[in-house]
């Protein structure tokens, strides 16, 4: 089952996404206001219930982010070996992974248009894979990693290149300009470790495939991820890790192919969905 946050007739709801439509739920759980609070009490399987047999509410729906007050998100970089491959100094795998923060309000929902700000055009996609803690963890064993994910979703960690290039030791300016990334569409329980071990992401542009690679060849693993990061912060309930992008970003063409009004970029995994966002200039 996939379950979305969206707004209906003026009205902000999460609830069950079918092939038809969504079934709202948020008004059967008011001790749950927001899709945080459902993952913070664990559930899921609760809306899975309450969404059987149920017909649909609302057929026309505008989808956002899934944790559109997600309290933290934080994103693995250079994580396959084609990437690392890209940055042509000729570094081996690095012994740690790198790690920066992002905001909710640098993301906006599926459907949506990413958003290319006026100070510079060089916005870039990047097709990733999400992971939302579910269970509370701090030095989590890389054995028991996947026993703290609550769900997956899709993500696409739009970039603007050059505000990346601004400062010596960070990325933080060039990875939040508002809407320029997008998650989605909706989160799916995790269930199986199949679910990611044998995943395989594409992102398209226009319909040509920019990116495709398989999970299972990323330099730092999720539950290496889960590991490394529970060491040095408490993972909570809602926390969002962004896992990494494989090779193919605009950025690594010659000339770089960046993002413009009227594109449209595709990220896709069997299993969790596809994230369709638009392009348009900020108004």
């Known amino acids: 089952m996939k379950f979305a946050s969206y707004t209906a007739d003026g009205a902000a709801h999460y609830g069950a996404i079918t092939d038809t439509g969504a079934i709202a739920l948020s008004p059967d759980f008011p001790q749950w206001p927001t899709m945080l609070e459902v993952i913070r009490a664990g ?63 640098g993301f906006t929902g599926h459907g949506q248009n990413l958003i290319r700000p006026p100070e510079n055009e060089t916005l870039d996609y990047e097709g990733e894979v999400a992971i939302v803690i579910g269970k509370t963890g701090r030095r989590i064993s890389q054995d028991d990693a996947y026993d703290h994910i609550a769900a997956l979703t899709l993500c696409n960690e739009g970039t603007i290149r050059d505000w990346v290039r601004h400062a010596k030791f960070n990325v933080t300016q060039g990875k939040n300009w508002d809407r320029s990334g997008a998650i989605g569409p909706w989160l799916v329980p995790f269930t199986d ?91």
């Not at 990437?83 to 570094?91: C, H, V």
């Not at 809602?238 to 413009?260: E, S």
Request: one cysteine or more; hydrophobic letters at 40%; glycine letters at 8%.
């Open 43 to 105: 559930g899921l399987p609760a809306l899975a219930a309450a969404a059987e047999g149920r017909a649909v509410t609302h057929t026309d729906i505008t989808y956002d982010i899934p944790i559109p007050n997600a309290p933290r998100i934080l994103c693995v970089g250079v994580n396959f070996p084609d990437r690392n491959a890209e940055y042509k100094d000729g570094s081996a795998q690095p012994k740690h992974m790198s790690l920066f923060p992002r905001f909710a309000s």
């Open 193 to 283: 470790a199949a679910q990611l071990d044998d995943a395989r992401i594409i992102t398209r542009v226009n319909g040509e495939v920019r990116q495709d690679d398989t999970l299972n060849r990323m330099m730092f693993p999720i539950r290496e991820e889960i590991a490394y990061i529970s060491t040095f912060m408490t993972l909570q309930p809602g926390d969002i890790i962004v896992t990494g992008t494989p090779t193919g970003a605009g950025a690594r063409f010659d000339p770089p192919r960046y993002l413009k009004p009227g594109d449209v970029v595709e990220v896709e995994v069997d299993g969790i969905g596809l994230l369709r966002n638009g392009v348009e200039d900020e108004a």
